[in-house]
């Protein structure tokens, strides 16, 4: 699960900020299912937002996060600091493999675009372990083919192929006109 958080801070009480979400960071990153946390700075002195994504394993561990007495109190600390609420947007799934380092995730490509990289990265993937492997797995019975090729085709999209095909595709899935990079 990755939570999306943005913040518009009060001018001169950035460094307040940044010390309270240091705080909350070093609070969160206690609890189980933690994954991390980033901060983008605002891009200009003129643009007083900041956004700070937070990965948590799954709903369960955030949940528990989000219920802690820990980040109430901090959040109360934040508050007085912001020019508005925050706003905050939850993402689960494939979407998190369509992220970028350094760029704004809020605003995912299409799911058009998604959809075309990952079959794009699948099907040779597939393709070649069918072709490796294909006279091997044959003589396994069918479920248990299924859940071995599975398992390694979503391990090599989930750490090796999607991280690079989103590289490699990111003029078409995040066009320049519709980035919001910081």
């Not at 609070?27 to 956004?51: H, V």
């Not at 040779?124 to 091997?136: A, E, R, S, W």
Request: glycine share 4%.
């Amino acid at each position: 699960m990755t939570v999306v958080i943005s913040r518009r801070v009060i001018k001169g009480r950035g460094a307040a900020f940044e010390a309270l979400s240091n705080r909350m960071t070093q609070c969160a990153s206690r609890y189980p299912g933690y994954l991390g946390a980033d901060m983008f700075r605002p891009a200009s002195p003129n643009d007083p937002e900041y956004r700070i994504i937070f990965k948590f394993a799954d709903e369960t561990s955030l949940a528990a996060w989000q219920a802690s007495s820990e980040r109430a109190e901090l959040l109360e600390q934040i508050e007085p600091l912001l020019i508005a609420p925050s706003k905050v947007e939850t993402q689960s799934g494939i979407i998190n493999w369509f992220t970028l380092p350094g760029h704004n995730p809020v605003k995912p490509p299409s799911k058009f675009r998604m959809t075309v990289v990952s079959w794009l990265a699948l099907y040779p993937t597939v393709t070649l372990i069918f072709f490796l492997f294909g006279d091997l797995l044959s003589q396994v019975p069918l479920l248990l083919r299924t859940l071995l090729v599975t398992a390694v085709v979503m391990v090599a999209m989930s750490y090796w192929l999607m991280p690079r095909f989103t590289r490699w595709f990111a003029f078409w899935l995040f066009p320049r006109h519709e980035r919001n990079e910081r």
